[in-house]
């Protein structure tokens, strides 16, 4: 077996490559977004800390 | 026992030992589908009916059998938290429906890919692909309602009541096969008696089937990491956790 | 307990008949839907004779679905939910009493008129006996289930189609044994295995229906 | 043993706190103030003593019993009205009343409506649909209801909203007469109300330094 | 004037857009609805096909149908449309800018979704462009059409099935000329006769609709 | 001329008259009082001032010009708020403010809006979604509104509903201080405000017996 009949897969190219491709990316996907909700929420607590402090700081200077 | 199960369901408790189980699950996942990938696509003989095309099987119907399994995980956990008051169950159930579309989501376009050369046509009005639509769309459902619902408990609480009503759609996916005559392949793997499909098929199938497996249970750990992170946001350990990084 | 059963029952019918418009709606809804089809697709007889469970089914459906917000919204919006669930009876019962008086309301109208619909879209005599028994027994369970999808959205700004989102999924079963029901009826054959699996339906959607709508109820009527 | 007894509630909407430890008891013949600015959750906590709401954590006990468990007497024996009008526009007056006294299962005579339409300032209307009636009359009729339900326990959100002084001067007499025969009373508002005899009060959010009222005042009982 | 259209159109996007399921949720029911149809007449490919024009339609015209309460009534309840009437400038331009995001909502995804739904339901590709340009010239007509009803009804207390009974049979034409425009199309005939009527109605419907509608709220919404 | 005209304006609902041959007038600078027991048709009137009802005779003119000729200016330069509460919950404070400024036509810094929610005591809620908010502080939003609105005349329907003891305050200090920059008020309310330097009022309904206000009192000026 050649690689070029392989990637051909007797003839039915279209639809095993874009099947594995899909599969690929909600794979991927399935990694990628959840690291990148992850960063969000970090960041976003981050920013509750933050302004926690500006606050907390205020009331003291009150 | 209720003792552990309390303790472990602690979402802090939660967010530490999951930190660790990830890679065990993660590494094995990666094992797993490179041998999978290449037991399918370069051992595994072409079928004598379908050619090549049926490797499409290989993601086809692991994806269709998870995206099943991720909804039953979803509806028990949010029984449990609807029962039980365990938030943790509940952020599973949350963070398990945007995988279980996306497995939905991949079993419908690559069943109606691999339709194509089969039956020559991508779609067919039949009980188990459109049963499977539904099942998408009660994904989506409960996503929709998770989203639109501000309140946290409520929203937990409602959304996880619509899981349980919709889980009576499951039965009908597996067995619509068996209830209609349909173009859709009845069971060929999961039969009691001899699974009727050539060993060099069942092997790799079989490889990305737990694949696909241990990748969801790494995904839903993130998954409901974050959901922890996000909820526990105004908890001290939380911040304390988070100001370290 | 039956008192206030038959009590709720009676305001939402004499809500409803206040305004007469009200009554004869979701059937002229249901009508000029079924009739939108023919004009859409301007078919042979035959096609249409063809078409007719589905299209009439499937109107019969939207037209349940269009009037669920009747069920509890507004009494959610002006404070009368708080005011049921403050009631010291059952909510089950109370949720039971308007889901029944939502079902005379829309349901049953349904099926009166479906026989004429069925003529209209010449569905020949001998199948109207099963539309009209698919739909008596199919339509309560729209409400049932209907009601569920209603009290988990009733707390959400413009949950129309979210509602949609939620039952529609779940009236599909319904939506394929009662139209099969017709379809088999009109080829002369048996219907009574459809028949019984829309009464099992039927048996179950009673006795969970109510139980999980009150859940619901209490859940999102918080504020 | 006290009628109603509050242990160490916490309320949370979204990420404040509204109030934590909160503890109070109510007994036979008292009057209950909820004191509190804009927004310090006065109608939360008023939900909460309802069932309506579900507390972070804590307590509401009905003559001892957890609220979850004494559900159906404790509905039974209170009553409670909120910011909104629970009014159906469809419906007469009467037909409201009515409406809303079949929910505790409690039947009445046209004479005892009308009767207490007149305590309220409504007579001549119990044939009025309810969506021809201003803001007050609507209020009104709530109090009707209030009157009718015989209940023990009143629970009234801002009773004097949209009302005139002459309606002020009817909910004051009613709270009294209330009180003199045993009955006992949570309510909040924003405008000082004149009940002699006294009243306790429990304060909010620590915001009650805006209110000016002349009234005897207990302190909070915070645990 | 032009910055209040902006203004407006921008306020209503950015309220639909708060709730990511919004956006979704049109074009979900769209693609329920028409899915329920195989479903329910479990055809052959050819007499799918046969189907499709007349049921994608219907389906568009069911879901712009179903949104339109969002136009009008929420505004109207909560009294933001006494604002807007008593805004500085002409309502009419309100109106359409209200009628404008109802249909970047609505109309568009539908519009843009159908090409997939054709091939579900195996609708030649030669067919495509004629079903993509009939919605698109149509479904703006059903939105401002929709309007005039939404605000006729709006003071109108569960005003859904009058609602639909008002604006269903305006729609009818758009529907037949629709439908029609993709069948000619599928059976390789000109379709522009059919465009064009469309066109002429949306023309039409853009200079006339906006006015009745303005003049249909200022008599409504009374109160 | 005076700012405001009424002209024997008649007003009717269903059979009952309300008033008739009401006049009286307003100038720059004045603040007027509408009295009245509930149901005296207070915000009937009101209404047919803004113009968003017709009277059923006689006619409102401001600065000369009849109403329904001057729509444009009078807009312009007047704002409403009656007994709803025009917030979206969806949208954030801020963006509440901005939606209700933008039909006006008004464009307003972040600034700006930030000032004038600390002046109604909401600093902070900026970003706050409107349906988190307890029912005073909704009718605060509708106050920074007035004042950010720059309004020469202000129709404020019973502008102390909800309000705690520093709302009503606030609120007073705001007619104060827009009567000394030359502003108009017409309002009504059931509790006593205390405006020194006197304002008028126009009595409804012959009701006003019960009204005991501690203002300097101008006779209702009846044709
Ligand atoms: C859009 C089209 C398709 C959809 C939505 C779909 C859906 C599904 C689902 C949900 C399952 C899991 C059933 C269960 O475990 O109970 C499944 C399994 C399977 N599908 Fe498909 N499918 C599609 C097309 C196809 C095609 C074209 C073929 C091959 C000709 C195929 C072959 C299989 C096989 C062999 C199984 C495993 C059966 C077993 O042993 O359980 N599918 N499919
Ligand atoms: N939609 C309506 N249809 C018919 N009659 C109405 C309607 N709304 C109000 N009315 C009647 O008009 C009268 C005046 O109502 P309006 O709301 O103007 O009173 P109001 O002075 O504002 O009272 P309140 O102090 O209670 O707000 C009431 O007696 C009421 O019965
Ligand atoms: N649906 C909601 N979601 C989130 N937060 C809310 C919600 N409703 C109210 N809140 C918040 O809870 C707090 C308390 O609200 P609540 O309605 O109990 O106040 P209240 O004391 O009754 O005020 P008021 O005197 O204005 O009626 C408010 O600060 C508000 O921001
Ligand atoms: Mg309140
Ligand atoms: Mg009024």
Redesign the interface.
Known sequence: MNWSEFFAMGGYAVYVWSSYALAFVVIVGNVVLPLMQRKKVIARIKRAIRRDAILHDNSIAR | MWHWIQRFSSPKHFYVISAKLIPWFAVPTALLMIVGLYQG??VAP?DYQQ???Y??MF??VP?AWMSLFIYVVMAVSAGIGLIWQIKLADMVAVASA??GA??T??AL??GS??G??MWG?????D?RL??E??LL??Y??Y???Q?????Q??AD???G??AI??V??IP?IHYSVVWWNTLHQGATVTKFAKPSIDIHMLIPLLLMALAFQL?YFA?IL??T??EV??RE??RRW??EL??Q? | MLTAFYHLLLRDLRLALRSPHELANPLIFFVLVVSLFPLAVSPTPDALRQMAPGVIWVSALLSVLLSLDRLFKQDYEDGSLDQLMLSPNPLMILVLAKVFAHWLLTGLPLVLIAPLLGLFMSVPNHALPALIFSLLLGTPVLSLIGAIGVSLTVAVNRGGVLLSLIVLPLYIPILIFGANAVDVAMDGMRVSGQLLFLGAVLALALSLAPLATAVALRITAAR | MPLLEVKSLECRRDDRLLFEDLCFSLSDGEVLQIEGANGSGKTSLLRILCGLRQAESGDVCWQGQRLQEAREDYYARMVYIGHLPCIKGDLSVAENIRALLDTRSQAVSVDVIEQSLARVGLNGFDDVPGKALSSGQRRRILLAFILLAKAKLWILDEPLTALDVSGVALVEAMILQHRATGGSVIFTTHHGMALDGGMRSVALGGASAHKQTSQTRSTTELC
């Open positions: 696509l370069f072409p050619g090549e095309s490797r499409i993601v086809h994806a945007p995988i996306s497995f989501f991949l376009v690559t890919l691999w194509k050369p046509t991508y779609w067919v009005w009980a459109t049963s639509l539904i769309f009660l989506f459902g996503m929709a309602l989203s639109a619902i501000e309140d408990r409520t609480k409602a959304s009541l619509l009503v919709g009576v759609n009908i990748f995904v993130v998954r990491r974050n992170l996000y946001r105004n939380v911040r988070i100001e990084l």
